[in-house]
């Protein structure tokens, strides 16, 4: 049975920095895309980042772009992302999400195995 557990959300003001951390068990997880996703209140899920398992090559959305950074340590079955310079339009509930492939993705569909999701909110 596939786990992807989100942790590290909290409220932060802007201009602060948190980091997420995602704990995935139940798959082979070295040999996983793995992804950020996030949904804020009445809008769609959207892609945030993900980095593949072969050559950790990093994909991001150009809203995060310079501001995130995803991060992955395969002795721990572990996910980071790494908040920086966060804005109030960053808070959303953070996703992580799991995809067998060798190549990442930015579409929800393409991932079979999502998290519970953890709340980021960020105070002006």
């Known amino acids: 049975q596939v786990q992807l557990v989100e942790s590290g959300g909290g409220l932060v003001q802007a201009g602060g920095s948190l980091r997420l951390s995602c704990a995935a068990s139940?798959?082979?997880?070295?040999?996983?895309?793995m992804g950020w996703f996030r949904q804020a209140p009445g809008k769609e899920r959207e892609f945030v980042a993900a980095?593949?398992?072969?050559?950790?090559?990093?994909y991001f959305a150009d809203s995060v772009k310079g501001r995130f950074a995803i991060s992955r340590d395969n002795a721990k079955n572990t996910v980071y992302l790494r908040m920086n310079s966060l804005k109030p339009e960053d808070t959303a509930v953070y996703y992580c999400?799991?995809?067998?492939?060798?190549?990442?993705?930015?579409?929800?569909?393409?991932?079979?195995?999502w998290g519970q999701g953890t709340q980021v909110t960020v105070s002006s």
């Open positions: 999400a799991a995809r067998d492939s060798t190549y990442g993705s930015r579409r929800l569909d393409d991932y079979g195995y």
């Open positions: 139940g798959l082979t997880f070295s040999r996983y895309v």
């Open positions: 980095i593949t398992w072969r050559t950790a090559s990093t």
